[in-house]
């Protein structure tokens, strides 16, 4: 099993929208609907902000938002915001009692 | 509220063995499948090993297989990880974490305690 793959960093600037990839394969992402991404601050532990492709816990904003088409999953953070600097990690169920994380990408808001 | 503390960390010599705990409050901990994911020092997430409610589902990382045991006790309301043949790579964040629903497994990660450090050096 592989890790999924992510561009290692994107960037936008206040107001504007980026849109994180992951892609894995069919024994994944492709497999399962359990994808789900997570936010993680310097020095913090990671916090879910999508899952199942494109469900929001409560408490995360409506300018997170996930979709998934075929073997590809992907994040949009809409209106950045300066908090909204971090790393941002996707993950999947990937059968057989695995999951597996992407390796991330860091978002600079400039 | 939901809490997740994980305790057992620290420095070890390599081919040495570690028992990390990971005491859980805050919700039926016997209803919940639940992880271990580590995270070496500035790099990514790598998912370790998990396991179902009932202990059934069992799951570890190629990179552990066969030298990590998961394990948990309900009447404590913790969660182990029992490393042995521990190697340099093992060095990082070990943090517990909790599956989404109940009687699932590999739904998602919702609840992640703060981490404790394994460093493997000699």
């Known amino acids: 099993q592989s890790a999924l793959t992510q561009p290692p960093s994107a960037s936008g600037s206040p107001g504007q929208s980026v849109t994180i990839s992951c892609t894995g394969t069919?024994?994944?992402?492709?497999?399962?609907?359990?994808v789900s991404w997570f936010q993680q601050h310097p020095g913090k532990a990671p916090k879910l902000i999508i899952y199942?492709?494109?469900k929001r816990p409560s408490g995360v904003p409506d300018r997170f938002s996930g979709a998934k088409s075929g073997n590809t999953a992907s994040l949009t953070v809409s209106g950045l915001q300066a908090d909204d600097e971090a790393d941002y990690y996707c993950?999947?169920?990937?059968?057989?009692?695995?999951?597996?994380f992407g390796g991330g990408t860091k978002l600079t808001v400039l | 509220e939901v809490q997740l503390v994980e305790s057992g960390g620290g420095l070890v010599q390599p081919g040495r063995s570690l028992r990390l705990s990971c005491a859980a409050s805050?919700?039926?901990?016997?209803?919940?499948?639940m992880h271990w994911v580590r995270q070496a020092p500035g790099k990514g997430l790598e998912w370790v090993s998990g396991?179902?409610?009932?202990?059934?589902?069992?799951g570890y990382a190629p990179a552990v297989k066969g030298r990590f045991t998961i394990s948990r006790d309900h009447a404590k309301n913790s969660l182990y990880l029992h490393m042995n043949s521990l190697r340099v790579e093992d060095t990082a964040f070990y943090y517990c974490?909790?599956?989404?629903?109940?009687?699932?497994?590999?739904?998602?990660?919702?609840?992640w305690g703060q981490g404790t450090l394994v460093t493997v050096s000699s």
């Open positions: 974490v909790r599956d989404m629903s109940p009687f699932t497994y590999g739904r998602t990660f919702d609840y």
């Open positions: 805050g919700f039926t901990f016997g209803d919940y499948a």
């Open positions: 396991m179902n409610y009932n202990r059934v589902d069992v």
């Open positions: 069919s024994r994944d992402i492709g497999g399962y609907k359990f």
């Open positions: 199942e492709g494109t």
């Open positions: 993950s999947s169920y990937g059968g057989s009692n695995w999951q597996v």
